[in-house]
């Protein structure tokens, strides 16, 4: 069945409201939403896009613990699997010291370095801070100098059980018994402490969910609306449609993200989500071709049921190679970094566009295979694969048919300050449009025979942090799709771009003005053969090779306010102007006070 032209005013209107019905069921099979399951950490210097706390942005990840963040030019994956094989508790313990030698900050000419040498070199009782120092000025108090002297009892005592109790004398055997006496009500309370925290400790052990395996979540609660207003759809003279979806409404989103060590210095992530929101237009109005402009970074709509946003395995070849594979949520979104140090759906932009290039997000699939290779101290290598119906074994499906996308991106860290990232990706969509969910993202015909496009994606993020609380900067991207269908030639070309600034720990400290200003995606020009230019058809000239009359203008606006370290309140607002790329429609207001839980 060949796809559908459009001659006429009235063939044009008719495959645009096709358009619009099919489309929107699209989106509501799940490509509606920046949806995160793998990110940690969103205020960092600069975060990874693998496990932004844990998620998809989200990353990744996801989600929601705060961890430390590499640099652009470091490598996410393996800042992240190193974060969860090495960051544990014994990593925060007193460290051992043979030589006095080995503390820093211990010089000969202390006054007490020869005491020290001697506990240290004979007796070997005195440990130093992780940091390898001693801080011989520091208070302490008779609790701390009782476990001191606690811990030389015990060595002592080890030496003298070995046989050797002549390396012990007698001098120092008779302070010892002084110091006992002296200090023994201390003594008696620290081994009541340790014998109460052995219990303890026994105790969580036979009770945890597993001594692998930590959870990580983040639930997001959106209260938000729009002003009343109409847009000129389809565009011709005089046509105005009602927004029909400008009620006050509160949904929220939940993130579950459970992250599995493995002795082979790997990790296992498995996400889960649910979520009841969504802004969006019905599909029953014309209005629902704006619903690419006005989405928020948050909404997620599940039906209240937990889905799989979450299954796929990282892992380290050498101390410079990150492997990620999986069936869920291996895309560019998950796998390249974001130099914005702020990108975060709940704690970061309010919008969808706001978070990231969306040349990133195209036809971004969920199983395949990525990599994330750091070539030198500040520079790294990330490329994926990535299919998007890889478990269909028939049809257009499978891990090589149907929707793919194949990427990279080259990311550097300049002078400290400046985070730099270029990508490309390459794309195949068999639905008419660029499977993206911000801005013009429909450039063929969506029914009743969908066109298929090969997109080719370039784009560049630079973020500068010319100060500790203040961080500007920008993307641009650039799409260029060939139609593929038999029959039919000719391409359709994209552009958009943003600036932005934040501005960090202000008035509080975890604190974030966020200032972004852009245009979302926007049909530059689109000569497809068969009257199926989508910005003709939109203005019902039949078709013909066009593109979008006018340019939107997203403004955008949030305060992110710390009530403490796992929660914020981020009100904000969204201005679209010229919603649709279309000047006679009416500016579009979104308000918006998000709630963020982390845990």
């Given at each position: 069945?060949?796809?559908k032209?459009c001659?006429?005013?009235?063939?044009?209107?008719?495959?645009?409201?096709?358009?619009?019905?099919?489309?929107s069921?699209?989106?509501?099979?799940?490509?509606?939403?920046?949806?995160?399951?793998?990110?940690?950490?969103?205020?960092?210097?600069?975060?990874?896009?693998?496990i932004?706390?844990?998620?998809?942005?989200?990353?990744?990840?996801?989600?929601?613990?705060?961890?430390?963040?590499?640099?652009t030019?470091?490598?996410?994956?393996?800042?992240q699997?190193?974060?969860?094989?090495?960051?544990s508790?014994?990593?925060?313990?007193?460290?051992?010291?043979?030589?006095?030698?080995?503390?820093?900050?211990?010089?000969p000419?202390?006054?007490?370095?020869?005491?020290?040498?001697?506990?240290?070199?004979?007796?070997?009782?005195?440990?130093g801070?992780?940091?390898?120092?001693?801080?011989?000025?520091?208070?302490t108090?008779?609790?701390?100098?009782?476990?001191?002297?606690?811990?030389?009892?015990?060595?002592?005592?080890?030496?003298?059980?070995?046989?050797l109790?002549?390396?012990?004398?007698?001098?120092d055997?008779?302070?010892?018994?002084?110091?006992?006496?002296?200090?023994?009500?201390e003594?008696?309370?620290l081994?009541?402490?340790?014998?109460?925290?052995?219990?303890?400790?026994?105790k969580?052990?036979a009770?945890?969910?597993?001594t692998?395996?930590?959870?990580?979540?983040?639930?997001?609660?959106g209260?938000?609306?729009?002003?009343?207003n109409?847009?000129?759809?389809?565009?011709?003279?005089?046509t105005?449609?009602?927004?029909?979806?400008t009620?006050?409404?509160?949904?929220?989103?939940?993130?579950?993200?459970?992250?599995?060590?493995?002795?082979d210095?790997?990790?296992?992530l498995?996400?889960?989500?649910?979520?009841?929101?969504?802004?969006?237009?019905?599909?029953?109005?014309?209005?629902?071709?704006?619903?690419?402009?006005?989405?928020?970074?948050?909404?997620?709509?599940?039906?209240?049921?937990?889905?799989?946003?979450?299954?796929?395995?990282?892992?380290?070849?050498?101390?410079?190679?990150?492997i990620?594979?999986?069936?869920?949520?291996?895309?560019?979104?998950n796998?390249?970094?974001?130099?914005?140090?702020?990108?975060?759906?709940?704690?970061?932009?309010?919008?969808?566009?706001?978070?990231?290039?969306?040349?990133i997000?195209?036809?971004?699939?969920?199983?395949?295979?990525?990599?994330?290779?750091?070539?030198?101290?500040?520079v790294?290598?990330?490329?994926?694969?990535?299919?998007?119906n890889?478990?269909?074994?028939?049809?257009?499906?499978?891990?090589?048919?149907?929707?793919?996308?194949?990427?990279?991106?080259?990311?550097?860290?300049?002078?400290?300050?400046?985070?730099?990232?270029?990508?490309y990706?390459?794309?195949?969509?068999?639905?008419?449009?660029?499977?993206s969910?911000?801005?013009?993202?429909?450039?063929?015909?969506?029914?009743?025979?969908?066109?298929?496009?090969?997109?080719?994606?370039?784009?560049?993020?630079?973020?500068?942090?010319p100060?500790?609380?203040?961080?500007?900067?920008?993307?641009?991207?650039?799409?260029?799709?060939?139609?593929?269908?038999?029959?039919?030639?000719?391409?359709?070309?994209?552009?958009?771009?943003?600036?932005?600034?934040?501005?960090l720990?202000?008035?509080?400290?975890?604190?974030?003005?966020?200032?972004?200003?852009?245009?979302?995606?926007?049909?530059?020009?689109?000569?497809?053969?068969?009257?199926?230019?989508?910005?003709?058809?939109?203005?019902?000239?039949?078709?013909?090779?066009?593109?979008?009359?006018?340019s939107?203008?997203h403004v955008?606006?949030?305060?992110?306010?710390?009530?403490?370290?796992?929660?914020?309140?981020?009100p904000?607002?969204?201005?679209v102007?010229?919603?649709?790329?279309t000047a006679?429609?009416?500016?579009?207001?979104?308000?918006?006070?998000?709630?963020?839980?982390?845990?």
């Amino acid at each position: 069945m060949a796809v559908k032209s459009c001659r006429s005013k009235q063939s044009c209107q008719l495959l645009l409201l096709s358009t619009v019905i099919s489309y929107s069921a699209f989106l509501s099979n799940g490509a509606n939403a920046e949806t995160q399951s793998t990110q940690v950490n969103l205020s960092s210097k600069s975060d990874s896009s693998l496990i932004h706390s844990i998620g998809n942005d989200p990353t990744v990840v996801s989600p929601s613990q705060s961890v430390s963040q590499p640099k652009t030019g470091e490598s996410a994956i393996i800042h992240q699997i190193n974060q969860e094989l090495v960051s544990s508790p014994a990593t925060k313990k007193a460290e051992g010291v043979s030589s006095v030698s080995q503390l820093s900050d211990v010089r000969p000419t202390d006054w007490a370095f020869t005491a020290l040498q001697s506990l240290v070199e004979r007796y070997g009782c005195i440990a130093g801070y992780p940091d390898r120092t001693f801080r011989g000025k520091q208070a302490t108090s008779r609790y701390e100098f009782a476990a001191g002297l606690n811990a030389c009892l015990d060595k002592i005592n080890e030496i003298i059980s070995a046989g050797l109790a002549d390396k012990v004398s007698k001098e120092d055997l008779a302070t010892l018994q002084k110091l006992q006496e002296e200090f023994a009500a201390e003594l008696a309370t620290l081994r009541g402490r340790v014998d109460a925290l052995d219990a303890k400790t026994t105790k969580l052990e036979a009770q945890q969910f597993s001594t692998t395996t930590k959870l990580y979540g983040q639930a997001i609660f959106g209260l938000q609306g729009r002003l009343n207003n109409t847009s000129n759809i389809p565009r011709t003279l005089g046509t105005r449609v009602a927004d029909p979806a400008t009620n006050v409404n509160f949904g929220y989103l939940a993130q579950l993200s459970l992250v599995t060590q493995f002795p082979d210095r790997g990790i296992l992530l498995t996400s889960l989500q649910a979520g009841n929101l969504s802004t969006d237009a019905p599909i029953t109005s014309f209005a629902a071709l704006n619903n690419n402009f006005t989405r928020l970074g948050y909404e997620s709509s599940t039906g209240n049921t937990f889905t799989l946003s979450d299954l796929n395995y990282r892992f380290l070849i050498g101390s410079n190679l990150g492997i990620i594979v999986g069936a869920r949520g291996v895309n560019a979104i998950n796998v390249f970094r974001g130099p914005n140090r702020v990108e975060s759906a709940g704690s970061g932009p309010i919008s969808l566009f706001a978070q990231r290039n969306p040349v990133i997000s195209l036809n971004a699939g969920q199983a395949g295979l990525g990599f994330d290779w750091k070539i030198g101290k500040d520079v790294s290598l990330q490329g994926v694969y990535s299919a998007g119906n890889s478990a269909s074994a028939s049809g257009d499906g499978g891990l090589f048919g149907g929707p793919t996308s194949i990427g990279v991106q080259l990311a550097a860290n300049v002078f400290e300050r400046i985070d730099v990232a270029l990508y490309y990706l390459n794309s195949y969509t068999n639905n008419g449009t660029l499977n993206s969910a911000v801005g013009d993202t429909i450039i063929g015909v969506v029914a009743p025979v969908a066109s298929n496009f090969s997109t080719n994606a370039f784009g560049g993020t630079v973020s500068w942090q010319p100060t500790r609380n203040f961080n500007l900067g920008g993307w641009v991207g650039f799409t260029t799709s060939s139609i593929r269908n038999s029959g039919f030639s000719g391409s359709v070309e994209t552009f958009n771009w943003m600036t932005f600034a934040n501005f960090l720990d202000i008035f509080k400290e975890g604190d974030l003005i966020g200032l972004y200003v852009g245009q979302p995606p926007r049909i530059t020009s689109s000569n497809l053969s068969g009257n199926i230019n989508f910005p003709s058809i939109l203005s019902s000239t039949g078709g013909v090779p066009s593109s979008q009359p006018a340019s939107t203008t997203h403004v955008e606006a949030f305060y992110r306010f710390p009530i403490s370290k796992n929660i914020s309140i981020t009100p904000g607002l969204v201005f679209v102007f010229s919603p649709g790329n279309t000047a006679t429609s009416d500016t579009v207001t979104i308000g918006v006070v998000r709630t963020t839980f982390t845990f």
